[in-house]
């Protein structure tokens, strides 16, 4: 009974927003709300209590709310062209624009006030113009994927903006829907959209596969929106790598440097562009001596490539000054059996057992 009476209270919050949304007449505002209200009803943003109560009620505000979570989700049921459209006298609400006024959000009241509905048509049909990718922060803890859209009459364009985490396995740890001028101040790089929009819905499934994964709280809002809006581009790239070390050119002209650079783009994985000081001290001080087997001339190149590798990230001196001090004592490390690995034991073992190859 009790989710029963929050859904109804839910239905009846949203019929209120749809009025005033049917003055508004914007796709985006209308999707953006449609995306709040999937978090709100149901898992995983299914809206399903809220679309079986629309299907019944015969009103333009259900055909609102039916249009726009259908333009979200594939599996939501388009509304039926029978729907109640008889205009509701209404007075203007304060601070609402006028007819022929320009919205807030860029969309305008025509002289049909709210009584033409082909406005509602637009929403699902925002286009791709372009996207970016690159760092959210100085170390490249988080990347930020952007995708940014239009609608086909040329208004409200916006951008579709996806954290995600570099840290902890690249999961989607916010998400939100903001004005072109965002861009502005970041640090990103065009790409190609059908790259971003796969890192986007990569990311998006890391996050669904990790219990109680760390998100911001404003996610679960955007995220119906983002995710629609990530799908409509046309093939996106799934499961792409990054291209951070194959661009990679600078590696020194030293003996060893290829093994080292091997070793290191091992340890980085797939998150490469997360260099901090932080994770050099890790893979210095721990990873190296636990975990690698290397040449002397591997260990001895293994300071310059790493400068090499960190100016290729951004020249950051901070890192550069971890490195200095973290590879002083690198070839004692190296050397130090009672920090080997039990897997690095076994292997040295069986390469001594083997005797040096012809």
Do not use: C
């Amino acid at each position: 009974m009790g989710a029963k009476d929050n859904t109804s209270d839910l239905y009846r919050e949203a019929v209120r927003q749809a009025r005033d949304l049917l003055r508004w007449r914007s796709p985006l505002r209308a999707e953006l709300w449609a995306s709040r209200l999937a978090a709100a009803a149901g898992p995983e943003g299914t809206a399903e209590p809220l679309v079986r109560r629309a299907t019944k009620d015969r009103t333009r505000e259900a055909r609102l709310l039916l249009t726009a979570l259908a333009s979200l989700s594939p599996s939501a049921p388009e509304p039926q062209d029978e729907a109640d459209t008889t205009e509701r006298p209404a007075e203007k609400p304060e601070g609402r624009p006028e007819t022929g006024e320009t919205t807030a959000a860029g969309g305008r009241v025509d002289a049909q006030g709210a009584g033409g509905e082909a406005w509602m048509g637009l929403m699902g049909r925002a286009r791709v113009e372009g996207a970016w990718y690159g760092m959210a922060d100085l170390h490249g803890e988080q990347a930020l994927a952007i995708l940014s859209f239009v609608y086909p009459n040329g208004k409200e364009p916006h951008l579709a903006v996806v954290a995600i985490d570099q840290a902890h396995g690249g999961f989607a740890v916010d998400a939100v829907i903001e004005e072109p001028k965002f861009l502005d101040d970041l640090d990103v790089r065009p790409a190609d959209p059908a790259l971003v929009a796969g890192r986007i819905l990569d990311a998006f499934d890391l996050t669904d596969a990790v219990m109680g994964a760390p998100v911001a709280d404003t996610l679960p809002a955007a995220r119906a929106i983002v995710l629609a809006r990530a799908r409509s581009v046309e093939h996106p790239l799934r499961h792409a790598p990054d291209d951070t070390v194959t661009s990679f050119a600078g590696l020194p002209d030293l003996p060893g440097a290829d093994e080292a650079f091997a070793t290191l783009v091992e340890f980085v994985g797939d998150r490469p562009s997360w260099w901090s000081p932080a994770r050099v001290t890790q893979f210095l001080t721990s990873w190296l001596p636990r975990e690698a087997i290397l040449s002397d001339a591997a260990v001895s190149a293994m300071p310059q490539v790493l400068r090499a590798w960190t100016r290729h990230l951004g020249d950051r001196p901070e890192v550069l000054q971890r490195v200095e001090a973290d590879s002083r004592d690198l070839p004692q490390a190296m050397a130090d059996e009672l920090r080997f690995s039990l897997a690095k034991r076994l292997r040295l073992a069986e390469l001594r057992h083997q005797g040096p190859q012809d």
